[in-house]
Nanobody, 114 residues
């Protein structure tokens, strides 16, 4: 059974940082590119970051470049999203996914507010 379990969300002030984790199981994680998506109420879902199976290649949504870092630890079957210099517009539910497949976690809420 495929499982993706996100954690690490919460309430943070503008300018703060948060680190999200996604623990994966039920598929060959080390052979899979992984992605972080986010969706705010009333907004389209956005692809936030992408990482290749070996972690050697990454890509980011323009609005988060220089602020967010995606990484992975294949030994732990976990993908991370380090979020720095957070802005209110980063507020959303963040979900991880396997690239090219309809595998999703339950999501973790990130709220950036003073």
């Amino acid at each position: 059974q495929v499982q993706l379990v996100e954690s690490g969300g919460g309430l943070v002030q503008p300018g703060g940082s948060l680190r999200l984790s996604c623990a994966a199981s039920g598929f060959f994680f080390s052979l899979s590119g992984m992605r972080w998506y986010r969706q705010a109420p009333g907004k389209e879902r956005e692809l936030v970051a992408d990482i290749s199976s070996d972690g050697g290649s990454t890509a980011y949504l323009d609005s988060v470049k220089g602020r967010f870092i995606i990484s992975r630890d294949n030994a732990k079957n976990t993908v991370y999203l380090q979020m720095n210099s957070l802005k209110p517009e980063d507020t959303a539910v963040y979900r991880c996914a396997r690239r090219g497949f309809n595998y999703w976690g339950q999501g973790t809420q990130v709220t950036v507010s003073s």
